[in-house]
DNA sequence: TTTTAAGGTCAACATAGTTGACTTGAAGAT
DNA sequence: ATCTTCAAGTCAACTATGTTGACCTTAAAA
C-alpha cells in the first residue's frame, strides 16, 4: 500500500541522484547554509527577531559606533529596506543611536547590554554548529574549508 | 575630506573586526552561498528566471519523472509556493508532465532538451565555481570541505 | 544664505513564501 | 454505480524581505 512517510519536507536533505561528479558539493553549500543558520534562527524567533535583525547586530558588535550609512553599505541592502529591522531593535532598545558630537550629522549606533547578550546567543548557534564540525576534521581541514570557501566567496 | 568610496554594496565583503575565532568561518558561509550562487542567477535572469525555478530543474533532471507531490516534498515547499514556478517552467516548454499510463492520477515531471540545457548551464556556473575553488586546495583538502560541510548539513 | 550630506518616511511594487478553502479528476472501496 | 479518497490545481489573503522613486528634515559647509 506504500504509504507514503512525510520526509519533514525540507528538514532532511534529499538524497538525489548524481549527475555530476560536484553535484553533492551544490547540495552540500545549500543545506550547509541551513544547517548553519537553523538554530540560531529559532532562537531569533523566539525575540520576534530573524536573520536582518541578527545582520544588524552582528555588524554593529563588530564595528561599534558604525554609522547609518556605513551600515547600509556594509549589508548591501537600500536604507528602506534597513529602516523596519533598525527600528525595531532600536525601539527593543537592543540598539542605541546618538549623533557624535563633532559629526554631528551622521548616527552612530552601538550594542546595548542586552543588545551583546542576543548578538552574542544568536552567533553562538552559529559558531557552535561550525565548531563541531571543525572539530570532525582537524585543524588542517578547518583551514582547508576557510580556503575554499574564501575561494568561492571571492567569487564576484 | 574624506570622501566614502562606494563599497559597490553587498558584492565585496566587509572586512568587520573578529570578536571570535569562528567569526570568519561565519562570515564565508554567508558569502561563500552568494559567491556560488552569482553567476548562475545572472544566467538565469537572462531567461526571466531565477532560484525557485533552478531548484526545480536541479530536482527534476536527477529524478526524471517525479511526481508534483515529491517535488514539494525534496523542495519543502507548500504546493500553492510551487505553482507559479512550475507553470512559468511547463508554459516555457523547460519541463513536460504526463500522467502516468498506471498511476494515472499522479502527474511525472520530465526536462525537455531546453529544460536540460537550461538545467546544465545553470548548474555548471555553479560547478565551475566550486570547481576552481577545489582546484586550489587539492583532493584532500576538496574532502575535508565536503566534510565540514555535511556535518554542518546534517544540523537539524 | 544657499547648497550638500545624512537621515527619515511614504507609496507602490516584486519575489518568495505561508495557510485556508475550495474544485477537479482519477482510483479504489462498498 | 456510488461514495470516498487522493493528487493536483486554483483562489484569496497574508507575511517577510527586499526594491525604486519621491519627498522632507536636520545639520554642516560653501
New binding site residues.
Given amino acids: 500500500m506504500q504509504k507514503?512517510v512525510p520526509h519533514a519536507a525540507?528538514l532532511h536533505r534529499a538524497s538525489l541522484r548524481k549527475l555530476h561528479d560536484l553535484d553533492a558539493a551544490l547540495e552540500l553549500m545549500y543545506y550547509g547554509w541551513r544547517g548553519m543558520t537553523l538554530s540560531a534562527d529559532q532562537y531569533l524567533a523566539t525575540l520576534g527577531l530573524?536573520?536582518?535583525h541578527h545582520r544588524i547586530l552582528y555588524v554593529v558588535a563588530r564595528q561599534p559606533g558604525v554609522?547609518?550609512?556605513?551600515l547600509?553599505e556594509i549589508l548591501?541592502?537600500?536604507?528602506?529596506?534597513l529602516?523596519?529591522?533598525?527600528?525595531l531593535l532600536l525601539e527593543r532598545k537592543l540598539l542605541t543611536?546618538r549623533?557624535s558630537p563633532e559629526?554631528?550629522?551622521?548616527?552612530l549606533l552601538r550594542l546595548t547590554e542586552a543588545g551583546k547578550r542576543c548578538e552574542q546567543r544568536a552567533s553562538d548557534h552559529e559558531r557552535k554548529v561550525v565548531s563541531e564540525a571543525f572539530d570532525r576534521v582537524g585543524p588542517r581541514g578547518a583551514a582547508a574549508w576557510m580556503a575554499v570557501m574564501g575561494a568561492i566567496a571571492d567569487n564576484n
Fill in positions: 507514503t525540507g530573524s536573520r536582518p554609522s547609518i550609512g556605513s547600509i548591501g541592502i537600500s536604507k528602506q529596506a529602516n523596519r529591522p533598525l527600528n543611536s549623533r559629526q554631528h550629522r551622521s548616527k
